[in-house]
């Protein structure tokens, strides 16, 4: 079954500082990958997204994700980060599992940014 | 960017009663989809509709849970009756097509069944 596992449920780090968020998904076929941030009282926002190509994809807000398939990880990186990425981040990936396009969520990682 | 629309976005019933998660997907889009999440929990794929019909439902789409769209309208899921284990976020998506695999969402409905 397909399945992504975010194996840090909370990460506090000082603005300014550098981040990765960690997500390794399970899905024997053509993966396509999703990084969503949720702010309070929000809907899921698109951060970025791979499908195919440059396993580094860069999204907005600074945001970028490389795609490993050795290693079956989709982390997300930011070199800086300022306080209002403060968020919950949600790695997906989706897929042809079955005859429909749905979309297999991690659990989260809550970001916490001190300033 | 595109939006999708969730009315209302809290709601809190009684157990038993019927409650009716209204969702207004992105204007062109064709696919359309209901999620839930249980608080600290992950979100989970409820059931997909398409052209009138149900493509697809996961085991947590219970016999009481229902998806329509009439005439265009607001794409809703109505849960009669609703249980304690219903409390919950439901997250309404829509995409345009069958090759697009993004979905884009809405902000939730927080459903809290006393």
């Known amino acids: 079954a397909q399945s992504v596992t975010q194996p840090d449920a909370r990460v506090t780090v000082s603005e300014g500082a550098s981040l990765q968020l960690r997500c390794k998904y399970s899905y024997s076929g053509t993966p396509y990958l999703f990084w969503y941030v949720q702010y309070p009282r929000q809907g899921l926002q698109l951060l970025l997204k791979y499908y195919s190509g440059d396993p580094v994809v860069q999204g907005v807000n600074g945001f970028e994700a490389e795609f490993i398939k050795s290693n079956s990880s989709f982390h997300l990186r930011k070199a800086s980060v300022h306080w209002s990425d403060s968020a919950v981040y949600f790695c997906a990936v989706s897929g042809s599992f079955s005859n429909t396009n749905k979309v297999v969520f991690g659990t989260g990682t809550r970001l916490q940014v001190l300033p | 960017g595109p939006k999708v629309l969730q009315i209302p976005s809290h709601q809190i019933i009684d157990m038993g009663q019927m409650v009716t998660l209204n969702c207004d997907p992105v204007?062109?889009?064709?696919?359309f989809y209901w999620y839930k999440q249980i608080l600290g929990q992950q979100m989970e794929f409820l059931v997909n509709f398409y052209n009138g019909k149900v493509m697809e439902k996961s085991k947590l789409f219970k016999d009481q849970f229902s998806v329509e769209r009439p005439d265009g309208s607001y794409f809703t899921l109505k849960i009669q009756p609703t249980a304690l284990e219903d409390s919950a976020v439901y997250f309404c998506?829509?995409?345009?097509?069958?090759?697009?695999?993004?979905?884009?969402f809405g902000p939730g409905t927080r459903l809290t069944v006393l």
């Open positions: 998506a829509s995409s345009p097509d069958w090759s697009s695999y993004e979905q884009y």
């Open positions: 204007s062109n889009h064709l696919y």
